[in-house]
């Protein structure tokens, strides 16, 4: 691995071994279902149920381009958290912790979301 890569995983990355454990099982969850997403892309049907919150029937269902939303969604999540403990709250360790914790919740419920949908549909 170059030195521009270690530098720029070290950043995003926390120090703590638990924190960078728990941030990296969430990235392999959200990785495989991103893998797992773009498998069965070609054999989803027109319109899937992504807003669960929605009333039940035609306001749940949507094109399934959009399901890489909570995939996305995590990601920018994980950006926003990762900036916020790095620099903002670099001093407050219980902030850190939360924040981090926050980041690996956040993404393993979107890899969960996007998983039951694909095995709800299959």
Do not use: C, D
Request: charged fraction near 10%.
């Amino acid at each position: 691995m170059e030195t521009g890569q270690k530098i720029l995983i070290n950043l995003l990355l926390p120090k703590e071994p638990i924190f960078r454990r728990l941030l990296l099982a969430g990235f392999v969850s959200l990785a495989s279902s991103g893998i797992l997403l773009a498998i069965v892309y070609r054999h989803l049907p027109p319109l899937v149920p992504l807003f669960y919150s929605h009333p039940w029937g035609r306001e749940q269902l949507m094109p399934p381009y959009m399901l890489p939303l909570p995939l996305l969604i995590s990601f920018l999540f994980f950006a926003a958290n990762t900036y916020l403990a790095q620099k903002i709250f670099a001093g407050y360790p219980f902030v850190r912790q939360a924040l981090f914790i926050s980041i690996f919740l956040t993404i393993i419920l979107g890899a969960i979301t996007i998983t039951r949908i694909i095995l709800l549909i299959g």
